[in-house]
């Protein structure tokens, strides 16, 4: 891959966006105690225009990952109570220094995302903040049932309109042929619904999110002339921008989803910036190739830079778990900077170097979850990935013999302490209920018993 095609559809207008940033008057706002704001600029956030001219920040605030009480995760104990307090404060922080979109769904921390964001929501002036939810009727899509969600997000966010309002992740055929697109929103009404809500101002921007089939995707896109869509919500960063596809044959590279929505004039939201924090946690050797450049920058910063060159992307979120995390990327923002050629031949190195290591292309969504028979397939494949960055996937005659005992027992011994017995790979029994959830299109399955068969084979040779 060369430069002129990492850098395809940028042109010269794209720094310049990037590079304009709209001041923040920052009046007072109510704030949650017990936190200090000033660690980054304020009142310098770069702002972009949705379809309607409304100033939308670039930086996103994604309601997906929020903390929990003593930060039990969720996947660990499903009855754990999200932490409001914190939440309220990172809320607070990121208004406070200019962040006005946030994004959420019904279906987004196991029900209780909407609720929670109404709340911190709710504290502050309605005019400094935007609020996107969706259409998520992924296994219930009838009229009635899916008009009941939608009305319950109202409640839920304490609001009388919504600012953007999307068609949750379609993408997907059955069988028999039929689209998810055309089940889940047209031929049960529920889009012209939507339409109507759209004419009485009960939804000001009305869009969808893809994952799924390129084919769908050109579908939907064409019907821009019919719904006359107002925003559009993809997957893309520095690496699926040309290597979506090569890393799971059924992905779409983001430079044809950015494409045809640019060619469109189609304003973008980008979901997945870090890959699921894989961008975020690189391994020691791509690590080093920017941190060599830029010792005290994170990371993280490198993606959202990387999108900021984009002028069609209208914000980018980031699904924020911890303060630290609403800091940095308030201060990647505040303004964004755009990448020189030299940052961005980095980042080309990152990107070829990525598409080929061994990890398994999971975001940690748990749309997957639960699993009937009681698996943590996020938690299985996060530990696999993360022991693979750690170099503690032995790989038997391609390494000494010292340390490949070293790598099997710090793998055996970490896993049974990651992840309950009960909940590991090898009680996956194939019974595909994860596949048709999955917006990656992993194959479940087949990567579990991989786990299991190499988890037993570093069992058969201990010593």
């Keep these: 891959m060369n430069r002129r095609e990492f850098l395809k559809v940028l042109g010269g207008t794209a720094v310049a966006g990037a590079a304009m940033a709209a001041g923040c008057d920052n009046p007072n706002a109510t704030r949650a105690e017990g936190f200090n704001a000033g ?9 972009r225009k949705d379809s309607h001219g409304q100033d939308v920040s670039l930086l996103g605030f994604g309601m997906m990952r929020l903390p929990t009480e003593g930060g039990v995760s969720l996947r660990e104990n499903p009855d754990a109570k999200l932490d409001q307090e ?38 502050h002036p309605r005019e400094k903040w935007l609020v996107a939810t969706k259409m998520s009727n992924f296994r219930t899509w009838t009229r009635e049932a ?68 390129q084919s769908e995707f050109d579908k939907v896109v064409a019907l821009h002339e019919k719904y006359h869509w107002d925003f559009a919500q993809i997957q893309m960063n520095y690496v699926d921008w040309l290597y979506a596809h ?43 190739i920017l941190k060599e450049r ?13 999108l900021s060159m984009y002028p069609r992307i209208m914000t980018s979120l980031s699904g924020m778990s911890a303060m630290e995390h609403v800091e940095d990327n308030v201060r990647s923002h505040s303004p964004a900077e755009p990448l020189t050629d030299d940052e961005m031949a980095l980042l080309q190195r990152v990107a070829d170097e990525f598409a080929h290591y061994p990890a ?79 917006p990656q299109h992993i194959a479940i399955p087949d990567k579990m018993r991989m786990i299991e068969d190499y988890t037993n084979k570093l069992k058969d040779s201990l010593v």
């Design 146 to 213: 899916s008009i009941k969600m939608y009305e319950q997000s109202f409640e839920k966010l304490q609001v009388d309109h919504i600012d953007y309002y999307l068609l949750h992740s379609f993408g997907g055929v059955d069988p028999d042929g039929t689209s998810d697109f055309e089940k889940r929103f047209v031929d049960n009404g529920v889009l012209d619904f939507l339409m109507e809500e759209r004419e009485k101002g009960h939804i000001r921007n009305l869009g969808w999110s893809f994952h799924g089939l």
């Design 360 to 438: 398994i292309p999971c975001t940690t969504c748990q749309y997957c979850m639960p699993c009937p028979y009681g698996l943590d397939i996020p938690g299985i494949f996060a530990f696999y990935n993360k022991s693979l960055n750690e170099g503690n996937i032995a790989t038997e005659g391609t390494v000494e013999q010292r340390e490949y005992r070293r790598a099997r027992r710090a793998f055996l011994t970490s896993y049974d302490k990651s992840i309950e017995r009960l909940r590991q790979a090898d009680h996956c029994i194939g019974c595909g209920e994860c596949l048709k959830h999955c």
């Design 39 to 47: 660690a980054v600029p304020e009142g310098q956030m770069t702002y």
């Design 294 to 306: 830029e010792p005290d920058r994170s990371l993280a910063s490198w993606s959202f830079r990387y």
């Design 246 to 288: 090569e890393i799971e044959p059924e992905n779409v590279n983001a430079i044809h989803l950015y494409t045809e929505l640019d060619n469109r004039a189609i304003p973008i939201v980008i979901m997945e910036p870090l890959l699921g924090g894989r961008l975020a946690n690189l391994n020691d050797h791509m690590a080093s």
């Design 86 to 123: 914190q939440i309220n404060r990172m809320v607070d922080y990121a208004i406070d220094h200019g962040v006005n979109y946030f994004d959420t769904a019904p279906v987004y921390c196991r029900g209780m995302s909407e609720e929670a964001t109404g709340i911190a929501l709710s504290r």
